[in-house]
């Protein structure tokens, strides 16, 4: 078992910056490569970024390239994801995923196999 628990959320203006952060423990040394993803209302959860164990593969969505960065700490098993230039449109819950199962790469179409709780972010207009 992983858990994971995410922090960072909150209200920030269009144009603002906000770093989440998700501290996973349990069978941490499992644990392939971890991500974020994020569901909105309405709408289905997706793919934001993923980052291997050794952070040599990073994955991004199309949606958040540029402004967006995923990061890890393994000595503190700890993801983060640095968001800038937010938009009104990166409003969700973002989620934190771990993957425990081994794959060539870590893109969208892989399923994690652990998730966090969620974390509220909401950038307003």
């Known amino acids: 078992q992983v858990q994971l628990v995410e922090s960072g959320g909150g209200l920030v203006q269009a144009g603002g910056s906000l770093r989440l952060s998700c501290a996973a423990s349990g069978r941490t040394s499992i644990t392939f490569a971890l991500g974020w993803f994020r569901q909105a209302p309405g709408k289905e959860r997706e793919f934001v970024a993923t980052?291997?164990?050794?952070?040599?593969?990073?994955y991004y969505a199309d949606s958040v390239k540029g402004r967006f960065t995923i990061s890890r700490d393994n000595a503190k098993n700890t993801v983060y994801l640095q968001m800038n230039s937010l938009k009104p449109e990166d409003t969700a819950v973002y989620f934190c995923?771990?993957?425990?199962?081994?794959?060539?790469?870590?893109?969208?179409?892989?399923?994690?196999?652990?998730w966090g709780q969620g974390t509220q972010v909401t950038v307003s207009s």
């Open positions: 995923a771990a993957y425990t199962h081994y794959y060539s790469d870590y893109g969208e179409t892989k399923k994690p196999d652990y």
């Open positions: 980052v291997s164990r050794s952070g040599f593969w990073i």
